[in-house]
């Protein structure tokens, strides 16, 4: 078993799924962009605000619906609970499966039978998980270039922008995805490594949705993954690509020194 071989074992365990992740996330922005195009979004929103509490509605303003536009959904789209999701589902399910439920299988360690150092196999395992979250942004971006292609007009502005938010969910949850890989190269069991890093993934989300709500969490932003990819912001050019990718780049060179170096001390039966 040579790190090629490795990869393609690594696409083939996980490709059902990514598929359907990429099909999914693809179909999502396109309908996301065409139904602002066919109905008249900003009178139906403003009437759903109308109803809402205060607090709530200065959330989405600042977050999306105020500016209600094509940049707007093209931004939301990115950020959409589902597209969040289906990425962390990936990004937790593969360092879980190839560590920790291989290492209770037995075929780790045959795997490592083979003449395949153990670092070399931790960064074949993290070089895939990095290839199969870009593929899905990818298949999202087509997506969403499809939609503005068809139905408003491609300009090089919002073909940069996108690039940009696009980078920056990758590094997002390539982190995820990172520091499920240390988890899972601390943890015995599979189940506990994805069940700790769904927490964990779960509670970054909540604190930074909640301290968009109460000035009295607002302290956690500078500490939270969340904070680091904002889209809508991106795209209205009020937050910073190099100061988001600097901090997400950190943790996860960070995680990944981390991992390696669990994973070439544990003991593998």
């Known amino acids: 078993m040579n790190k090629m ?16 992740s990429m099909v999914f996330i693809t179909l ?23 109803q809402i509490p205060e607090k709530m509605r ?11 536009s094509l940049d707007g959904a093209a931004a939301f789209g990115f950020n959409h609970p589902l597209v969040l999701a289906v990425l962390a589902i990936n990004a ?17 360690e045959l795997l490592l039978a083979y003449p395949f150092k153990r670092q070399s196999l931790i960064i074949s395992l993290w070089f895939s998980g990095c290839i199969i979250l870009c593929a899905i942004i990818v298949a999202a971006l087509i997506g969403s ?4 292609a068809l139905f408003h007009q491609l300009t090089m502005g ?23 890989l240390l988890i899972a190269a601390f943890s015995k069991t599979g189940s506990k490594a994805g069940n700790i890093s769904a927490v964990v993934t ?57 991992s390696i170096w ?7 039966p």
């Open 5 to 20: 071989g490795y990869i393609r074992l690594i696409w083939r365990n996980n490709r059902g799924f990514a598929i359907f």
């Open 28 to 50: 999502l922005q396109f309908l996301i962009l065409y139904l602002v195009t066919t109905f008249d979004t900003l009178a139906i929103i403003s009437a759903i605000l109308e």
């Open 58 to 68: 200065i959330f989405l303003n600042d977050s999306f619906f105020n500016m209600l």
């Open 92 to 108: 937790i399910n593969i360092p879980v499966h190839h560590i920790s439920r291989e290492l209770e299988s037995g075929t780790l």
């Open 145 to 148: 270039f499809s939609a503005i």
């Open 158 to 180: 919002i073909l940069l922008k996108m690039f940009q938010i696009s980078f920056n969910l990758w590094m997002l949850f390539v982190l995820i995805f990172t520091y499920t």
């Open 202 to 258: 779960f509670i970054f989300y909540m604190l930074h949705f909640l301290s968009q709500l109460w000035s009295s969490i607002e302290f956690t932003k500078p500490f939270n993954i969340f904070s680091y990819y904002e889209p809508q912001n991106l795209m209205f050019k009020q937050d910073n690509i190099i100061l988001n990718s600097i901090v997400l780049g950190s943790l996860i060179l960070i995680c990944l020194i981390i």
């Open 262 to 268: 669990q994973f070439n001390r544990r003991d593998i």
